[in-house]
C-alpha cells in the first residue's frame, strides 16, 4: 500500500537552529499538508499546498515557517528560528479524491 | 473554537463486545468526515470515512453513522479486539476548501482481554 515517507524520525536541536523537515507524499497525491501535534493536545493543521503553492495556513504557520516542494517528489517544512515551543510531532500527509494518508511523523525536540 | 469535538477522553470495553466511540462538531461546512486511529509516537492511519450525502458506512468490523441534523457521528467497532487499543480521532474537511482537516481531541480506547 503506497505510504507518505517522512524523514528524520527525530531530530533535536538547539533552540534559534533552523531545521528542515523531509516528506515524500504519495507519488499520485495533488494535495500536500503539515501537521502537528504537542505531547497531549489535538493535532493541528499548519499549512496545505496545492499545485505548487501554499493553498491555506492556519495562525501557528507564521514567518518562522516554510513549505516548498524542490523537486517531484519532496516536500519539506523548514522552521528558520527554532522555540522551544516548536517541539512537537510533525506529520505530513497527501490526500487525493477523499483519500488522505499521514506519514509516520517527525518528533522535533528543541532544547 | 473546538469545531469538532470529542467528550469522552477514554473508554473501556471487553474484547468481543461492541466499542461506540463519539464526535459531535459544529461547522455545518463540513461535508467529509473521517476515523483515525494512533499510537504513540506513531502517524495516525485512516479507518473510515463518510460524505455528508451518506448516513452510514460500513467496512468489516468498523461502521460509521452520521447524523446531520444532530451535529454528531459514531464509529461502532464490533467485535472489539486488544490490538483495537489505541487513540481514536475523528476529523472533518469541507470539500470546496484545502480540505485541512479539523481534528477533535481523541478518545483513548482500551480493549480488555
Known amino acids: 500500500e503506497p505510504e507518505v515517507t517522512q524523514t528524520p524520525s527525530h531530530q533535536v536541536t538547539q533552540m534559534g537552529q533552523e531545521v528542515i523537515l523531509r516528506c515524500v507524499p504519495i507519488?499520485?497525491?495533488?494535495?500536500f499538508y503539515w501537521y502537528r501535534q504537542i505531547l497531549g493536545q489535538k493535532v493541528e493543521f499548519l499549512v496545505s499546498?496545492?499545485?505548487?503553492?501554499?493553498?491555506?495556513k492556519s495562525e501557528i504557520f507564521d514567518d518562522q515557517f516554510s513549505v516548498e516542494r524542490p523537486d517531484g517528489s519532496n516536500f519539506t517544512l523548514k522552521i528558520r528560528s527554532t522555540k522551544l515551543e516548536d517541539s512537537a510531532m510533525y506529520f505530513c500527509?497527501?490526500?487525493?479524491?477523499?483519500?488522505?494518508?499521514f506519514g509516520s511523523g517527525t518528533r522535533l525536540t528543541v532544547v | 473554537d473546538q469545531q469538532v469535538k470529542q467528550n469522552s477522553p477514554s473508554l473501556s470495553v471487553q474484547e468481543g463486545r461492541i466499542s461506540i466511540l463519539n464526535c459531535d462538531y459544529t461547522?455545518?461546512?463540513?461535508?467529509?468526515f473521517l476515523w483515525y486511529k494512533k499510537y504513540p509516537a506513531e502517524g495516525p492511519t485512516f479507518l473510515i470515512s463518510?460524505?455528508?450525502?451518506?448516513d452510514k458506512n460500513e467496512d468489516g468490523r468498523f461502521t460509521v453513522f452520521l447524523n446531520k441534523s444532530a451535529k454528531h457521528l459514531s464509529l461502532h467497532i464490533v467485535p472489539s479486539q486488544p490490538g483495537d487499543s489505541a487513540v481514536y480521532f475523528c476529523?472533518?474537511?469541507?470539500?470546496?476548501?484545502?480540505?485541512?482537516?479539523?481534528f477533535g481531541s481523541g478518545t483513548q480506547l482500551t480493549v480488555l482481554p
Open positions: 500527509a497527501s490526500s487525493h479524491r477523499g483519500g488522505y494518508t
Open positions: 476529523a472533518a474537511y469541507t470539500s470546496g476548501s484545502a480540505r485541512q482537516l479539523t
Open positions: 499546498f496545492y499545485n505548487n503553492e501554499i493553498s491555506e
Open positions: 461547522n455545518s461546512m463540513f461535508d467529509y
Open positions: 463518510i460524505s455528508s450525502i451518506k
Open positions: 507519488s499520485n497525491h495533488l494535495y
